[in-house]
């Protein structure tokens, strides 16, 4: 079975070769999706190399310590990964609406579908575009040059990098794990899955928490150590409030799921019995380290994104947020609540009532904060001139679809009604329901209300609101329905059912997961002809939305030193407050030379020798194995002997560069909100402060 | 304010591995002479044991009360709060299993 | 009673200036990380009490035939001892005593780790010898996951010294190096903290008459 050199890799291995010895329809699309991961990965060599990009492709991403570069490159992974699994959701919606006695995939395709949505939806779309939001606008915000930890961060992404490429790897080679995105055992122990797929689970799923716990202990250091002079912990944006929060929840709630994974990889390769059924094993205490770090991980995901809607309303409103210091302890509160509800996603296991109990109010208390913000949110845009671009279109549909996902959550946390919807699409369509619209609909707010500082030139407005209203309704239409479905009955997970009650509703969102899959192709039509008409939409003045923090008091794209000279921060908001006060644009009196990290290949050793060797731990190719890990602890040793690798940036050029900005800003016509989405807006607004702008009317 | 020199900086290393050793040395000798039983004994372990975590603490790892800079201790704390959140829920949630099947 | 300190852990003190300012935001920052790792030294710990009963030993050995008091008492003799002798060579860099005192006491510390790992070696062999192997029983499988878990780490300090033995001798007591033995210092010092729980939870536990 298995031998020296290759382990247990065989040609029956290759996705593509049981389809050729077993044309069925299930195989076919399995083989059709391994053809598109290489043709895809083909089409990229092809392209970089005809168009010579490899070593701008290099020296100006790969190799980059820049926290900007670094949050692009999360955001474009994310957005990779997010087409995976939208067009995985839809098939399985596919599968479901004609899967009454039947439908067209193999069962265990069905639940390996599953498996990798929720893997990916989790771990490689929300956490890396969590993270490339972060990177990139939490330094701005606090007038930080850097990370406080350069390497570590690129370090950081190429672990990240290397789960998302196991997890495409095993589309072409062997399979993945069919026992759901939590794993649980003993259904994935090795009794039950001998094959590679729960490993690809575990490798990727370790390595990239590794990188997220590092993550972590760098957004934490750089908000505490790194802000501008003058930035007190409560002048600080909200967003970045809840980038602290987000971080503690990395650094403390990862550890679970590594020892979870771990556990049962000593389960599996070494015949230990943490979770086998037999010898003293215990699956649920798998369970319980699982949703220990399962349940502070969605708040992980939802806070910042809560951050990234105060940011939007705010701006979008023309008002500062209303009740900061509620919204700051709001944060916290539901940072710390999140680790005290993980046994409400099993409160069927079987301990007894008066713990569900405690768990069930612990669970249902998080609303108040919650609640709270919500309120703050809507007393924000009270008496707001409000406008109705892209990222409050967003706002504006999580705030309708979030609020009923969070009361059906309310439902779910009272342990009666929890054991009658158990293991039920009920409990798929609120998931759904609160990341989706919480999530998925703040980061993609976020994507463009800070894309024009990433690149200097705004997104089509047109095309971004076609998406943003297609992303509402797909999201209805296709979930909602869910809701009646498990109500009715219908269990989660099943690959095909045999009421007939249930298919008109499974139509219904199969005409929702449609509308999702044409707002999946309206960003990408977007960002096409946002490309191509980039310089009608060029905003490189830095300022397009009349912004009230620091990363739009610089150019964009910002310079690589962020800030010619570190600002000093007087207020809250003290962006807007330097615009109403005429502090905004000036020139400092002197430069100085800055001092900025080396680029590095750190990262990209990690990520090669870290996918060779989640490979090689797969498949039981133990020299590879070795090899590998010895390479990659021999790599970072030898970094360490690296020291000064920085450079200086003089300051005649920085000066040169600022005063031609400068002079830009002071040439540059002003434009006021009713133009933001016109060509005149180059990036410098009209101070309107709503009290000022009815003064003048 | 002067920094404290060598030699008194060295005695309160001495004295912190004087007092680790005598907190070891006390529950060692307690079980190998089986001196105490059962729950008492269990109780007494646990509490040489935090206090000698303490003292590591203090001596050796230099956490203490009076200091400008207080992000150790509130680190360390909440680290505390959480791990006696996830550790005694935890023993809770699998003792509970366990008396129930 | 000093200047003050500008992070958690001993500081080496304004005259080593850009060290000193340096080890501000790294030191916080590996403190964060050891933090991350004591969770999941809490969870490993929680997981073994869950499965220390006879369920979890499923007829096989328990604590009693396979632990060694005496082994135990010498391990943590050797790790309190190396503890003291790390933090004189934390003192000796903070007070300047030269490359060579801190090295010698490095190495004196690197002996005494190397020495620890030696005895629990010989205890995990007696161990497999009577069969508490971690395919016996739920029970050893926490165990082996747990115990080796910190002599894993301790053997990631012990190259850790090698390598800063060796950095010390290659680019000199430049900051940079300062600061990684400040870390260095603080990993092992929390090495011996973990060891406090492992032997009061699981030896003298296991042990308790």
Redesign the interface.
């Known amino acids: 079975m298995s031998n020296a050199i290759l382990g247990r890799l065989d040609l029956s291995s290759l996705s593509i070769w049981r389809a050729i010895e077993n044309p069925t329809g299930s195989e076919l699309i399995g083989a059709g999706a391994a053809m598109l991961v290489i043709v895809g990965g083909l089409a990229a060599v092809i392209l970089l190399t005809w168009f010579r990009l490899w070593k701008p492709l290099w020296r100006d991403w790969l190799t980059s310590v820049d926290h900007k570069r670094i949050g692009i490159m999360y955001c474009a992974l994310a957005l990779i990964m997010l087409a995976r699994g939208v067009i995985e959701g839809a098939l399985m919606r596919t599968q479901q609406a004609f899967g009454l006695h039947g439908g067209f995939l193999a069962p265990d395709h069905f639940s390996e579908l599953f498996s990798t949505h929720g893997t990916i939806m989790i771990f490689f779309v929300a956490m890396p575009f969590i993270a490339g939001v972060i990177n990139y606008v939490m330094p701005l915000q606090i007038g930080a040059r850097d990370m406080a930890f350069p390497v570590m961060n690129q370090i950081s992404l190429g672990l990240t990098a290397t789960g998302a490429a196991l997890v495409m790897i095993s589309l072409v080679l062997g399979e993945f794990s069919t026992g759901g995105w939590a794993n649980y055992p003993p259904y994935t122990g090795g009794d039950f899955q001998p094959g590679p797929g729960p490993d690809y689970w575990i490798w990727a799923i370790v390595l990239a928490g590794i990188g997220t716990t590092l993550s972590g202990i760098n957004f934490a250091v750089t908000i505490y150590k790194e802000r501008a002079p003058g930035m007190d912990f409560l002048r600080m944006p909200i967003f970045c409030w809840t980038v602290i929060c987000t971080s503690i929840i990395m650094v403390f709630a990862l550890p679970p799921l590594t020892v979870a994974a771990l556990m049962l990889a000593a389960d599996r390769y070494l015949d230990f019995h943490f979770f086998t059924n037999d010898l003293g094993g215990n699956m649920m205490n798998y369970v319980n380290l699982f949703w220990l770090f399962g349940h502070p991980e969605v708040y992980l995901l939802v806070i910042p994104c809560y951050g990234i809607f105060s940011e939007v309303i705010s701006t979008f409103s023309g008002k500062r947020i209303y009740g900061y210091m509620s919204m700051v302890y709001a944060t916290m509160s539901i940072a710390v609540l999140s680790f005290c509800v993980w046994l409400h996603h099993f409160f069927t296991m079987g301990q007894s009532a008066s713990i569900n109990v405690a768990f069930g109010i612990a669970s249902m208390a998080i609303a108040v904060p919650t609640g709270i913000k919500v309120y703050n949110w809507m007393a924000t845009l009270f008496r707001g001139r409000v406008r109705m671009t892209v990222p409050m279109i967003y706002a504006t549909g999580f705030f309708y679809l979030f609020v009923v996902g969070g009361l059906t959550g309310v439902m779910l946390a009272n342990p009666v009604i929890s054991f009658q919807v158990h293991n039920t699409l009920f409990l798929v369509a609120h998931f759904h329901n609160v990341i989706i619209p919480g999530v998925l609909f703040g980061l993609l707010a976020g994507y463009h209300y800070w894309f024009p500082k990433a690149f200097g030139f705004r997104l089509h407005e047109g095309w971004g609101r076609a998406a943003a209203l297609l992303w509402i309704a797909g999201f209805s239409f296709t979930f909602l329905p869910l809701y009646w479905l498990g109500l009715q009955g219908m269990p989660r997970r099943s690959v095909t059912f045999s009421d007939p009650a249930f298919q008109p509703m499974m139509w219904l969102a199969l005409f929702g997961a449609a509308l999702i899959v044409s707002a999946l192709g309206c960003i990408a039509v977007q960002l096409w002809i946002s490309i191509r008409k980039r310089d009608q939409l060029a905003v490189p003045l830095g300022d397009p939305w009349n912004g009230r923090s620091l990363e739009w008091s610089i150019p964009a794209p910002p310079p690589a030193y962020n800030f010619a000279v570190l600002p000093q921060v007087c207020a809250r908001d003290d962006f807007a407050e330097a615009k109403a006060d005429g502090r905004a644009y000036r020139a400092p009196g002197q430069y100085e030379d800055i001092e900025m990290p080396d680029n590095t290949a750190i990262g990209m050793i990690v990520c090669v020798c870290a996918t060779l060797l989640g490979l090689a731990l797969v498949f039981w190719i133990w020299w590879l194995a070795i090899l590998s890990f010895a390479a990659m602890i021999l790599a970072l040793i030898g970094r360490t002997f690296r020291v000064n690798a920085r450079h200086v940036i003089p300051a005649a050029e920085i000066a040169a560069e600022h005063r031609a900005w400068l002079a830009r800003i002071e040439a540059a016509p002003a434009v006021d909100r009713l133009e933001e989405t016109h060509e005149r807006n180059l990036g410098r607004a009209v101070l309107e402060q709503p009290g000022r702008l009815e003064a003048a009317q | 304010m002067t920094d404290p020199d060598h030699r008194s900086e060295a005695r309160l290393y001495l004295a912190g591995f004087g007092l680790a050793l005598t907190l070891t040395l006390i529950p060692f000798g307690l079980v190998h002479w089986r001196l105490m039983q059962g729950r008492a004994l269990a109780i007494t372990i646990a509490v040489l044991a935090v206090a000698q975590i303490v003292v590591h603490l203090r001596f050796f790892l230099h956490i203490n009360l009076s200091r400008q800079k207080r992000e150790d201790l509130q680190l360390i704390l909440f680290t505390v709060l959480l791990l006696a959140i996830m550790a005694f829920g935890t023993l809770w949630i699998m003792g509970n299993l366990a008396t129930r099947m | 009673?000093?200047?003050?300190?500008?992070?958690?852990?001993?500081n080496l003190?304004t005259r080593h200036g850009a060290a000193h300012e340096g080890a501000?935001?790294?030191v916080?920052?590996f403190?964060?990380?050891l933090?991350?790792?004591?969770?999941?030294f809490?969870?490993?710990?929680?997981?073994y009490?869950?499965?220390a009963?006879p369920?979890?030993?499923?007829g096989?050995p328990g604590p009693a035939d396979a632990f060694d008091?005496r082994s135990v008492?010498i391990q943590?003799?050797i790790l309190?001892?190396s503890?003291?002798t790390f933090?004189?060579a934390t003192?000796a860099m903070?007070?300047e005593?030269g490359r060579r005192a801190i090295a010698v006491w490095l190495g004196v510390s690197l002996l005494l780790g190397l020495g620890f790992l030696v005895m629990e070696l010989r205890d995990f062999a007696h161990m497999i010898e009577v069969g508490a192997v971690?395919?016996?029983?739920?029970?050893?499988?926490?165990f082996?996951?747990l115990v080796p878990l910190h002599g894993l780490h301790v053997a990631i300090g012990c190259l850790w010294i090698v390598?800063m033995l060796v950095?010390m001798a290659?680019?000199g007591l430049?900051p940079?190096v300062k600061t990684?033995l400040l870390r260095l210092g603080?990993f092992w010092?929390?090495l011996?903290?973990i060891w406090?729980?492992i032997?009061?939870?699981v030896y003298?536990?296991g042990?308790?008459?």
């Open positions: 009673m000093s200047t003050p300190n500008l992070h958690p852990g001993l003190g501000e935001t790294i916080f920052g403190w964060i990380f933090m991350s790792d004591l969770v999941i809490g969870l490993v710990f929680a997981s009490l869950t499965v009963n369920m979890g030993m499923a096989g008091l008492f943590t003799m309190l001892t503890s003291l933090g004189f003192l903070r007070h005593h971690p395919q016996r029983s739920g029970f050893w499988s926490a082996w996951g390598v950095q290659v680019l430049i940079v990684r603080l010092h929390f011996d903290l406090v729980a032997f009061s939870i003298l536990g042990l308790m008459p």
